[in-house]
């Protein structure tokens, strides 16, 4: 398979205090980021591209890069506030990234091969991984028959407060057909209601996490919805082109598909501090069951 992990990190700097408190939260220490390497590796995937900023290049491949360079070949990507589309500028002010969208976009010279994009940060699992990896290795470089990810919405909520979600609906046939973001979901009784607007779900509904497979026909694709996005919101502070919003207007103009994938097995992630012992816990169940070796390399 001639496939790329995108891994999305350019935000670790700041959460992770210059990368010194890489969160270990596996049995013998592993990080979420060790584990999508690991089910990457032994889902045939060949490269690892990391997309990071150059402020913290140096820290980040001494202490997280040079961990896989034995196992699988690393390059990398950096996401610049100044690295725009002809024509804009970083307005005064503006410190904020901008967002998924494009630091996916900011990979477009490093990636030349069918890519699953993930955050740093995530557990997504081998089922995930690998269902992308199949769907890409059949893919060429000019298709733009793009994949996701649908996690259950049940399996990627928090017992310790509200989580925002992309909910997806798709055709009879699978494809996306939009996703709807809501920002406030958490169980109620027996039921997940999104206490913002009211909207109630059953918990079998398919969301995106952000584990989306592309080929590199998706970069101009994407620097057509960032200059839409720029033209909007170049002189403004806050608000960041993200991935979903970016594949919506593909879709909607017809330009690109994306085929949702259910996955059945569980997403991790530690939105809340009290979230980390269920993390640990659940990374540990797996590595008894045998679903990956202790320790992981």
Same mark, same amino acid.
């Given at each position: 398979?001639?496939?790329?992990?995108?891994?999305?990190?350019? =935000?670790?700097? &700041?959460?992770?205090? %210059?990368?010194?408190?890489?969160? $270990?939260? +596996?049995?013998?220490?592993?990080?979420?980021?060790?584990?999508?390497?690991?089910?990457?590796?032994?889902?045939?995937?060949?490269?690892v591209v990391f997309v990071i900023r150059r402020e913290f290049e140096e820290d980040f491949?001494?202490?997280?890069?040079?961990?896989?360079?034995?196992?699988?070949?690393?390059?990398?990507?950096?996401?610049?506030?100044?690295?725009?589309? =002809?024509?804009? &500028?970083?307005?005064? %002010?503006?410190?904020?990234?901008? $967002?998924? +969208?494009?630091?996916?976009?900011?990979?477009?010279?490093?990636?030349?091969?069918?890519?699953?994009?993930?955050?740093?940060?995530?557990?997504?699992?081998r089922p995930a991984i690998a269902a992308a990896g199949e769907y890409l290795g059949v893919l060429d470089e000019n298709s733009t028959r793009f994949c996701m990810a649908g996690f259950r919405l049940e399996s990627t909520l928090s017992e310790n407060g509200s989580v925002s979600r992309g909910v997806c609906q798709t055709d009879a046939e699978g494809l996306l057909v939009s996703v709807r973001e809501h920002t406030k979901l958490e169980r109620v009784g027996g039921c997940i209601v999104d206490s913002a607007d009211g909207a109630r779900f059953q918990g079998a509904e398919r969301v995106s996490m952000n584990c989306w497979g592309f080929t590199p026909a998706v970069f101009p694709l994407l620097e057509s919805g960032l200059i839409r996005f720029l033209d909007a919101h170049a002189g403004e502070e806050k608000p960041e082109f993200y991935i979903p919003s970016a594949v919506a207007e593909m879709i909607d103009a017809g330009v690109a598909s994306v085929r949702v994938l259910p996955v059945e097995s569980p997403w991790f992630g530690v939105t809340y501090r009290e979230d980390r012992p269920v993390v640990a816990h659940s990374l540990a169940k797996l590595a008894a069951s045998g679903e990956y070796p202790s320790p992981l390399w």
């Open positions: 398979m001639n496939s790329t992990l995108v891994v999305l990190a350019a =935000g670790m700097g &700041s959460r992770y205090g %210059g990368l010194k408190q890489m969160d $270990g939260v +596996g049995p013998n220490g592993e990080t979420l980021l060790d584990y999508s390497v690991f089910d990457a590796v032994r889902s045939g995937f060949s490269r491949r001494e202490r997280v890069g040079r961990c896989f360079e034995d196992r699988i070949e690393v390059a990398y990507a950096f996401q610049q506030l100044n690295d725009l589309p =002809g024509g804009f &500028s970083v307005p005064e %002010g503006r410190v904020k990234p901008w $967002g998924t +969208g494009h630091a996916i976009w900011c990979a477009r010279e490093a990636v030349g091969s069918p890519f699953l994009a993930i955050n740093a940060d995530d557990f997504y699992g």
